[in-house]
């Protein structure tokens, strides 16, 4: 059972790795350069999803966490 929750914690964490890599390539360099980045722009289409599915692999990851600390 252990071994399962490890594997399963591996698979969720380099899910996670890939989804917070894609949320960063998004983001640009436009206030580094000068550019301002002080207006809100919400986030549509493909951008939300991986909002939203890098929410949900956070919360499974620490779910799967802290069960892999209960079983022993």
Do not use: H, N, P
């Amino acid at each position: 059972m252990r071994l399962i929750i490890t594997l399963i914690q591996i698979v969720v964490s380099v899910a996670l790795l890939g989804l917070i890599l894609l949320q960063a390539r998004g983001t640009g360099l436009g206030s580094t350069w000068g550019g301002s980045g002080e207006f809100y722009q919400s986030k549509r289409g493909v951008e939300k999803i991986i909002f939203q599915g890098t929410i949900v692999l956070a919360v499974l990851f620490l779910l799967v966490s802290v069960a892999s600390i209960l079983v022993k």
